[in-house]
Each structure stands twice: as C-alpha cells, then as structure tokens.
C-alpha cells in the first residue's frame, strides 16, 4: 500500500482534528468526507482535499483503505454497521455509543468480521503512562480519585441524556479508561447525580455526578463530573499505593514517594497524533501498536455506563469480571 485511503464520515471538531492530524502524514489521502451538514463536509473536504459525499454509502464507493467514524454518540451505529459490512477497517472516535446495546451489537459485527478497528481513547499515548505503570508494577493500588471538571460543550447535543449520556460517558470517559489501565478492573459503582441539570436550555443531565468504585483486586475510588464551570478546570486522576502517589494529567505526572517530589511532563498533542499513526501504520501493515481496539473501548464503555445508570437509577451496578459471567449479555447488573 502506497498511501492509506482515508475517509471521515463526520466533519465536526473532533473530525476536524483528526484531518488536521492526518494530513500531515506523507502516506495518507484523505479522499472523502461526508456529514449530516453537507456545507461542513464540503468545507472541511476544500481545506484538506478530496471530495464532498452525499452519503456513506457514496463515501464508501471511493474505494478506501480506511474509515473514521467521527459522529456525536447518539449518531453511533448505522455508520459502523455500514463500515463493517464493507470491511473497510475502522477508526470510531469515542464514546462509542450513547447506550449499551448499540456498543455491544458493533462490537459482536466487528468480531464476526474479524474487522481492524481502533478507538480514540488518546490518553493511552501518552508518554507519562509507561513511568506510571513502572511505578505501580510492584506496588497494589490502594485508591484512585478521578475527576472531570469543565463546562457544557458549545454543541447542542451535548446537554440531552438521550444524545450525549452526559458529562461521564461523553466526558469523563478518557478518566476512567486510564483508571482501568492503571488500577484494573471495576467490579461496583454506587453514584449519585444532584438532579439538577446545567443553566442550558433543553438540557436534562445531571450537572455535577459523584460515583464510588469498588475493583477487582480490593481497591477503592472515586469518580467526579461537573459542568457547572466557564472553564476546563481539572481532568485527570490520582493513584495511591503503598509509599506512592501519582497525579496524572494529559500535560503530566506528578510523583511523590520515598525519593521526595517530581514531575514528569507530557504532550496532550503527541498523543493526539500517536492515536492516528498506531492506527495508519496497522491498516498499512508496518505496525501493530493500537492499543483501543472496539473490543476494549466496549470495556470502558460498561465502565461509563453503570457510572451513569447508578446515578440515574440510584442503585448500585455491578459488572462483570473475568470471573462472573455477564448477565444477559450486558455486563452489568443492577442491585434494586
């Protein structure tokens, strides 16, 4: 393969970033683009090349090496299964979906097909993570505090349950994928959201949610979302462990142990663009570095969700683990 075909289907900000990102690779062509907005996909085709497409099913017919999904949540699904049916390996910008079943029902296609996939959780390049695992690798996590803390996004979607999940499955995500990374997996969640949404017309989500989390190997945390704020105030986690406490953020990672106190920093940008090439050199064939396959952003997806559901439903959700079988297919169950 000379160069990896690439079209976006979405021409939003996230599209928008990753045409950025991809046009600076010598061995990609973006041919096409298509979205919902046709004036956006034919901007955003003028400003990187290829063409404007009316439709998927026309963005499929140019032949690609590669597709990125790159739609709101709610949008999630008709794209893939299109993608899938086509074989085309696929990039999907998370989250995923906005609820279970979609995510489950793409990632059982995607499996069947034995299709290339990647997820766009970024923070899994970052620099910092190696040093942080080597850090934890002989110490048992003890206790992890997340915590996202923003403002509502400027998009009209995003304040509605039904089209965004709210701030944990459309924000706080990124956190909780490198809580999985980091300390394992999540066996229960208890949260609470205070029910009152954010000052948005339309809007029905909670405005700030709190969850504790209970893992697999015996460790406890938190995790806490807010968009009451006029700005992106915090986003990241701290982990303790025995003589041990990091503070990871996508600009660094702050260690504190028996040596004294340091900080390593890091490049959110680097790993915007490692997300891309990992999944431009596999399509190609000359790498195998794509550490979000669909299959393990469905895991992070569970993780969101139950988040969600238990603040919505105000009970406590259990998941699935290695060792107990799924309930009904969907990873979680749900104590009254």
Same mark, same amino acid.
Request: hydrophobic residues 50%; aromatic residues 4%; contains cysteine.
């Given at each position: ?90 990039? *999907? ?25 990647? *997820? ?12 942080? %695992? ?6 048992? *996590? ?9 403002? *509502? ?118 790993? %915007? ?64």
């Amino acid at each position: 393969m000379q160069e990896c075909r690439v079209g976006l289907i979405g021409a939003g900000g996230v599209a928008q970033r990753h045409a950025r990102v991809l046009a600076g690779f010598d061995d990609v062509e973006l041919v096409g683009v298509t979205d919902v907005a046709p004036e956006a996909a034919a901007a955003l085709a003028a400003q990187h090349g290829g063409r404007a497409c009316a439709d998927v099913a026309e963005l499929l017919a140019t032949e690609l090496d590669a597709v990125y999904v790159c739609v709101p949540p709610f949008a999630h699904g008709p794209a893939e299964e299109a993608v899938i049916e086509a074989g085309v390996p696929m990039f *999907v910008e998370k989250p995923v979906a906005v609820d279970l079943s979609t995510a489950e029902r793409i990632a059982d296609l995607v499996a069947r097909r034995g299709l290339r996939t990647a *997820v766009g959780h970024h923070w899994r390049y970052l620099s910092l993570l190696d040093q942080a %695992r080597d850090l934890l690798a002989d110490r048992p *996590v003890r206790m992890v505090s997340g915590a996202w803390l923003d403002k *509502v996004p400027p998009v009209a979607w995003w304040s509605r349950r039904d089209r965004s999940g709210g701030p944990v499955v459309e924000q706080a995500a990124h956190v909780l994928d490198l809580i999985r990374v980091l300390a394992g997996e999540v066996t229960e969640v208890t949260a609470y959201g205070n029910g009152t949404p954010p000052p948005v017309d339309g809007a029905d989500i909670d405005s700030v949610t709190t969850a504790a989390l209970r893992f697999a190997d015996g460790a406890v945390g938190t995790l806490s979302a807010a968009c009451v704020l006029g700005w992106k105030h915090r986003a990241g986690l701290e982990i303790l462990a025995d003589g041990l406490a990091l503070a990871i953020t996508e600009e660094g990672l702050s260690i504190r142990d028996a040596d004294g106190e340091r900080h390593v920093p890091a490049d959110p940008e680097a790993a %915007r663009v490692a997300v891309d090439r990992a999944f431009v050199d596999a399509v190609r064939g000359i790498g195998d570095d794509v550490r979000v396959p669909y299959a393990e952003a469905l895991a992070t997806q569970r993780l969101a969700l139950a988040v969600a559901d238990s603040a919505r439903t105000g009970t406590t959700v259990r998941l699935a683990t290695a060792t107990a079988p799924a309930v009904l297919g969907s990873g979680v169950t749900v104590d009254a």
